[in-house]
C-alpha cells in the first residue's frame, strides 16, 4: 500500500514537473532562427548584477529585463549593432564581453601579448648565459688527467657504481 | 646585483596594482550619462495616477532624481536622509519608483515620510533601463539645461552629500543657464 503511494507520488512529478519548467518559456519568441539571434546578442553583453555572467546566463531581474529587450529589438529587426550601440549607451563599454579596443582599453588588448614577450626574452637571455657558463666548465688538460686519475683509483677500488657520484663532486668542487 | 633589483621592483610593482585595487569597487560602472543629457521621459505621477510627469518640466532648475523601491532594502536606509533633505528645501527630488507595485510603493512613503516632490511608476523598469540603471537605488544629478552631472551609485551617505552633492548642487544652481559646471570642479566628487 505505502509503496502504491509513492509510485503515485512519483508519477505526479513525472507528470507536472514539465509544466514548472514550462513556465520560463513564456518569452520564447515563435521564430527559433530569431530566439538563435537573441541569445547570440545576449552572448556578447555583461549582466551589470552579477559581473561575470552574460545576460544570456544570468537570471537576476535586471538580466531577464535586458534580454526582453533585446529580443523586443530583434523582433522589430534591428541589427546586433544597433543593440548593442543601445545597450552601450545605457550602461557604457563595461556591458560588452568583449570591449572594444581603444586608447583606453589597449593595455587591456596588448598586455597579455606585451607579457608573453617579456617572458620569451627573459628566457632566451638565461638560455644565453647558461650556453656561456657551460663553455667555461670545460676542464684543462691537467685537470681531465687528475680526474682520470682518480676514476681510475675509485673504480678499482669500489666498481663504477660510484664513479659518477665521484664525477658529480668534482664537478661541483669546480663551480 | 641586478638579480636582486629586478624582482624587487616586479614586486613593488605587483603591489602598486594591488594596493590600488584595494579603493576600487568593481561594482560601481562608470556611467556613461555623466555630462549628458538626461533621457526625456513622461511617467504617471505615483500619489496622482492621473496626471504624469515629464523632464521637460524640470528644465532651467536643478533637481535630482532619485530611483527608488519599496522592495529595495538599502532604500529604506538611505530614506531619512532623503526626508532631511527635502525638509531643508535647498533641491528637489524626484522618485523613479522603480519596478515596484504601486501600493506597495504608497505604504512604504506613509511609513517612512516622503522625501518626494513626485514619485514617478516606472512598472516596467524601461525608464531605468534608459538611465542605465542597474542596481537600486541611483540618484541621478541633473542640471537646469536637463544634463545628468553626476550620479550616485547605492545609498546616499551623508558623506557624499556633504562633500559632493550638495557643493555640486549650489555650483550648479548658482551658474546661469547656459553656463557648463562640470563634477570634476567639486573636489568631494572625484
Not at chain 1, 549593432?81 to 564581453?97: A, H, K, L, T
Not at chain 2, 528645501?89 to 504601486?102: F, M, R
Not at chain 2, 537605488?137 to 559632493?164: N, S, Y
Request: glycine share 6%.
Amino acid at each position: 500500500m505505502n509503496s502504491l503511494k509513492v509510485f503515485v507520488v512519483l508519477l505526479c512529478l513525472l507528470v507536472f514537473a514539465p509544466l514548472v519548467l514550462a513556465k520560463e518559456a513564456v518569452h520564447m519568441v515563435e521564430d527559433p532562427e530569431m530566439e538563435k539571434t537573441v541569445n547570440a546578442i545576449s552572448d556578447e553583453l555583461r549582466c551589470l548584477v552579477c559581473q561575470n555572467q552574460t545576460i544570456a546566463d544570468s537570471s537576476a531581474p535586471l538580466a531577464v529585463d535586458l534580454k526582453n529587450q533585446v529580443r523586443k529589438m530583434v523582433e522589430t529587426g534591428q541589427s546586433q549593432d544597433d543593440i548593442i550601440d543601445y545597450m552601450v549607451q545605457r550602461y557604457g563599454d563595461f556591458v560588452r564581453y568583449r570591449p572594444p579596443m581603444k586608447a583606453s582599453t589597449l593595455l587591456l588588448w596588448i598586455g597579455p601579448f606585451l607579457l608573453l614577450l617579456i617572458g620569451i626574452a627573459v628566457l632566451v637571455i638565461n638560455l644565453r648565459k647558461r650556453t656561456a657558463m657551460k663553455s667555461d666548465e670545460n676542464l684543462s688538460v691537467e685537470e681531465h688527467e687528475r680526474l682520470q686519475g682518480l676514476l681510475a683509483a675509485e673504480s678499482s677500488r669500489q666498481g663504477a657504481t660510484r664513479s659518477n657520484s665521484l664525477q658529480q663532486k668534482v664537478g661541483e668542487e669546480k663551480s | 646585483m641586478l638579480r636582486y633589483i629586478v624582482p624587487l621592483l616586479v614586486f613593488l610593482g605587483v603591489s602598486a596594482f594591488l594596493l590600488k585595487g584595494l579603493e576600487l569597487n568593481p561594482h560601481e560602472v562608470p556611467s556613461p550619462f555623466i555630462d549628458k543629457p538626461a533621457p526625456v521621459f513622461s511617467l504617471q505621477k505615483l500619489h496622482a495616477p492621473d496626471t504624469s510627469f515629464s523632464t521637460k518640466e524640470m528644465l532651467g532648475e536643478v533637481w535630482l532624481l532619485n530611483v527608488w523601491a519599496s522592495w529595495c532594502v538599502a532604500c529604506r536606509a538611505e530614506h531619512p536622509l532623503l526626508v532631511q533633505l527635502s525638509r531643508a528645501n535647498i533641491v528637489p527630488i524626484y522618485g523613479l519608483n522603480y519596478k515596484d507595485e504601486p501600493d506597495d510603493a504608497r505604504n512604504w512613503l506613509r511609513q517612512l515620510g516622503d522625501a518626494y516632490v513626485s514619485s514617478l511608476i516606472d512598472y516596467e523598469g524601461k525608464v531605468g533601463i534608459d538611465f542605465g540603471v542597474y542596481g537600486v537605488p541611483e540618484t541621478f544629478v541633473i542640471d537646469k539645461q536637463g544634463i545628468i552631472r553626476h550620479k550616485v551609485i547605492g545609498p546616499v551617505t551623508p558623506a557624499a552629500l556633504d562633500d559632493c552633492v550638495l557643493p555640486l548642487v549650489r555650483k550648479l544652481q548658482q551658474a546661469s543657464a547656459q553656463m557648463v559646471v562640470k563634477r570634476t570642479e567639486v573636489e568631494g566628487c572625484a
